[in-house]
């Protein structure tokens, strides 16, 4: 855990770099624009069906009912709202995570490399169809545990256990091949994610729980229309930043990863001298 914490330092000091903090922008202004027409066009509707369902099923008594059990019976007047942002936020958050990855990582990887690693050179094993590739199976996983574990959101103690675990393994699976893909070949991707996945795959989870705070103004949106634009745009920023801090997080951990496995594949063998016969 030593060098998954050094390189959480290096991370946040490469953080602070007016560069790093300028590479928000662009994403950001993806994601709005793209969130901006869908929400226009789909969230009302989809409010309207989710209402039309709970009123055909019962639903707002039974939601009522299993959240007056949590003293949460407050809820229940936005419960459909709620659901509806809760539904969308996967979607929103792999928008974020796409576009962080193909136009901010590159950038990312350039920008530690040349600081940091500039002897190391690069062997371009990783590519844009790669990463989308990687982005886009790892998603159709994490969306079905996504669904499947829905219900234990429910219970306070679960949800701060299973929804960063989840977020973790989908950040490790798409930054790590990100991270090491202009410096690495393909055989040594596959080597590093192998060797390194447990640091790697807990650099994901603790950045996965640093998703909380945008998570909360995300669906706050749905207990206040007037502000719901206002707080949306805030979480995607927020969602954004984390990444772009997870991004370098994962470069620096992957590319010294890199480095010492470089290292060790080049030492010289040494044998012992061979022993003299005294007969």
């Known amino acids: 855990m030593k060098k998954v914490l050094v390189a959480f330092g290096k991370a946040l000091l490469s953080q602070l770099h007016f560069r790093m903090l300028l590479l928000t922008i662009l994403p950001f202004v993806l994601s709005v624009a793209l969130w901006g027409v869908l929400l226009w066009l789909g969230l009302q509707p989809m409010i309207d069906w989710l209402h039309a369902y709970f009123a055909d099923n019962n639903g707002f008594q039974v939601a009522g009912e299993m959240l007056g059990w949590f003293g949460l019976g407050a809820i229940k007047t936005v419960i459909v709202p709620l659901i509806a942002m809760w539904v969308l936020l996967p979607l929103m958050i792999l928008t974020a995570l796409v576009f962080v990855g193909v136009f ?10 040349s600081r940091h690693y500039p002897l190391l050179e690069q062997r371009k094993g990783g590519t844009v169809l790669g990463s ?3 982005a886009t199976y790892s998603f159709l996983i994490f969306a079905v545990l996504w669904v499947i574990t829905l219900p234990l959101s429910m219970f306070p103690p679960l949800t701060f256990i299973v929804q960063p675990a989840l977020w973790g393994w989908l950040t490790y699976r798409v930054m790590a091949y990100d991270a090491l893909a202009d410096h690495a070949d393909a055989s040594e991707i596959k080597l590093v994610l192998r060797q390194h996945r447990w640091p ?3 650099i994901g989870a603790i950045t996965g729980a640093m998703g909380a705070a945008p998570t909360l103004l995300w669906l706050g949106g749905a207990l206040s229309v007037i502000f719901f634009p206002l707080l949306a745009a805030g979480a995607i920023w927020l969602y954004v930043l984390v ?18 496995s470089r290292g060790a594949a080049n030492m010289p063998v040494t044998t012992s001298p061979p022993m003299k016969d005294i007969n």
């Open 104 to 113: 901010a990582m590159p950038i990312i990887a350039r920008h530690i490399g």
């Open 132 to 134: 989308l590739w990687i």
């Open 243 to 260: 990444f772009v801090f997870t991004g370098l997080w994962f470069e620096h951990y992957c590319l010294d990863a890199l480095a010492q």
């Open 200 to 202: 790697l795959l807990a």
